[in-house]
Nanobody
Framework: QVQLVESGGGLVQAGGSLRLSCAAS????????MSWYRQAPGEERELVAQ????????GYADAVKSRFIISRHNDKTTVYLQMNSLKPEDTAVYYC??????WGQGTQVTVTS
């Protein structure tokens, strides 16, 4: 059974940083492309960042490029999202995704101005 458990969300002032974690189990993590998505109130869920199975290839939405960093630790079966220079428009529920199929429960990030 696939499980994705996000953590690390919270309330932060604009300009601050947060690091999200997603602990994965129930599948071959080291073979899986992993992604972070987010969904703001009244908006569609959007892709934030992706990372290949080895971590060698990453991709970012334009809105977060140069501010967010996705990484993974295959031995710990965990994927991370380091979020720097946060803006109020980054406020959303952030979701971990595995293989474009499986979702975590989400973690709330709120950025105040």
């Amino acid at each position: 059974q696939v499980q994705l458990v996000e953590s690390g969300g919270g309330l932060v002032q604009a300009g601050g940083s947060l690091r999200l974690s997603c602990a994965a189990s129930g599948f071959t993590f080291r073979s899986a492309r992993m992604s972070w998505y987010r969904q703001a109130p009244g908006e569609e869920r959007e892709l934030v960042a992706q990372i290949s199975s080895t971590g060698a290839i990453t991709g970012y939405a334009d809105a977060v490029k140069s501010r967010f960093i996705i990484s993974r630790h295959n031995d710990k079966t965990t994927v991370y999202l380091q979020m720097n220079s946060l803006k109020p428009e980054d406020t959303a529920v952030y979701y971990c995704n595995a293989l474009s199929l499986h979702w975590g429960q989400g973690t709330q990030v709120t950025v105040t101005s």
